[in-house]
């Protein structure tokens, strides 16, 4: 018997994991939701299902084990608070929320009720990560650097802050967290940014390009720079260094640096399958630690670029508690 499977926002994101779940052997699609019911009826259509303009309808109709919901930012909250009050398991798309509240009440309730729940920061299924975490094992870091410079996304809430959060919060996120995931828990967050290259997009009002200092528990410093100007295109990356080494991971390889030598290892799974199927396998088998980016271990994460928009906004160091 399969895991049942309903979708809240079938854009956008959704659109990988539906291309990835039929796929495998555990996952059985069975509702899709969004308010445009046009596009709810095309997954139906290529997955089998029923299509529903109102998740909570949804809800109430179908026998589901797991909810994913791939929402844009501002879209986060009651939504996932209508899936915890029926005891369904939770798979969100980051970023979770656009306050840490929300997100922090929302982690409260997945403890209270005891369900699994898993938000899709992938870089954290990428073989080569997991390759970074073991030689970093017992290893200091003293320093990491890391980017997403690239251009501007054509979703028109992207470009608006009050509902993506800009691009720290919604993009750059996947290197701030994989930071955290290789080097531990951030204390402190100090910002700057830039605005003006790009007044000819309607609305925009996002950073062009920020940079932004972390100070980790460990001692170690970060600086973590994006941008959205970069049409000609860049690349993401992140590069941490220690005494006697430095592993940088970008495109989806790994390349470990030596004194005496660099040894290149080029990624070889797919992340956001490997993350659906540690998911469903989490829930058909009670095991939540194959779940390696839970709801609640990640709000850090959010809550780190949170705190840089702040700081960018107040010119103040912004201290994580």
């Keep these: 018997m399969g895991v049942r499977i309903g979708f809240i926002g079938t854009g956008g994101i959704a659109g990988m994991h539906l291309g ?6 555990r996952a059985e699609l069975v509702a899709f939701s969004d308010i445009l019911i046009d596009r709810a009826r095309a997954a139906a259509d290529r ?7 109102d998740y909570r309808e949804m809800l109430d109709r179908e026998q589901l084990d797991a909810v994913y919901v791939c929402l844009p930012p501002f879209a986060h909250g009651d939504p996932e608070f209508a899936v915890l009050e029926r005891n369904l398991h939770l798979f969100v798309e980051k970023p979770q929320a656009l306050d840490v509240e929300t997100a922090r009440n929302i982690a409260a309730k997945v403890e209270e009720t005891g369900v699994l729940s898993c938000v899709g920061y992938n870089w954290r299924y ?22 997403w410079i690239g251009n501007t996304p054509g979703s028109p809430w992207w470009r608006v802050k009050s509902k993506s959060g800009g691009q720290i919060v919604e993009q750059t996120t996947h290197v701030y967290d994989c930071a955290r995931y290789l080097m531990g828990d951030v204390v402190s967050v100090y910002a700057a940014g830039t605005k003006g290259l790009m007044e000819d997009l309607p609305d925009y009002d996002v950073e062009d390009a920020s940079t932004v200092s972390l100070t980790f528990e460990s001692g170690a410093v970060a600086t973590i720079l994006s941008s959205c100007v970069a049409e000609q295109g860049y690349g993401t990356a992140l590069e941490v260094i220690a005494r006697g080494l430095t592993v940088k991971i970008g495109g989806g390889n790994l390349e470990v640096v030596r004194e005496n030598e660099t040894v290149r290892y080029p990624g070889r799974n797919n992340p956001y399958q490997l993350e659906n199927e540690l998911f469903l396998q989490a829930i058909e088998e009670g095991n939540p630690s194959l779940i390696r980016s839970a709801y609640g271990d990640v709000v850090g994460s959010l809550a780190v670029t949170l705190a840089a928009n702040e700081s960018m906004e107040t010119g103040e160091v912004v201290r994580l508690g």
């Design 20 to 25: 990835l779940l039929p796929g495998i052997e």
């Design 47 to 53: 997955c089998g299902g029923r299509a529903y303009a």
């Design 126 to 147: 990428l073989d080569v990560t997991q390759k970074a975490r073991e030689l970093l094992t017992g290893v200091r870091p003293a320093l990491a650097l890391g980017y």
